[in-house]
């Protein structure tokens, strides 16, 4: 089962013991605190993931995913899915909408939240929801 949760404001994602950064950072990240080795500089727009070496074990702090999607197919995934393709940045308002549907942070049910359906939605549905979520208010 595959892990993804939020780093830096990126999205870290565990994938049969490898990690992924994926989408830009919007903020500074200490990647050694974190049990990760520094990945240098950063082009999300170029390469919207990359993958990230382990000096301990990484605790995925906040909510996080779980899905039945492995090994790389995993970020690029992500990377069609979540972030904003004129930046590479991560959607928050997507990111909220999966982890929190129901839009009260009081209730979030879990820290652990069961997606499977992000993987096996089609493609045409997905980009529906996207382009109404993303749409400017």
């Known amino acids: 089962m595959a892990r993804v949760g939020r780093l830096g404001g990126a999205m870290l994602a565990e994938t049969q013991g490898e990690y992924f950064l ?13 049990g990760l080795e520094s990945p240098g500089e950063l082009d999300a727009i170029k390469h919207p993931y ?4 382990a000096t301990r074990e990484v605790e995925m702090v906040g909510p996080h995913l779980l899905l039945n999607c492995e090994g790389e197919a995993l970020p690029r995934l992500l990377a069609k899915r979540l ?15 999966i982890i929190n549907p129901d839009g009260d942070e009081d209730t979030l049910a879990s820290n652990e939240i069961k997606c499977q359906w992000l993987v096996e939605m089609p493609t045409e549905i997905w980009q529906i929801v996207r382009d109404t979520v993303l749409r400017c208010l």
């Open 22 to 34: 994926v989408g830009n950072l919007k903020e500074p990240c200490k990647f050694e605190s974190h």
């Open 50 to 53: 990359i993958r990230l070496s």
């Open 83 to 97: 972030l904003i393709e004129r930046n590479a940045s991560v959607s928050d308002r997507l990111w909220h909408l």
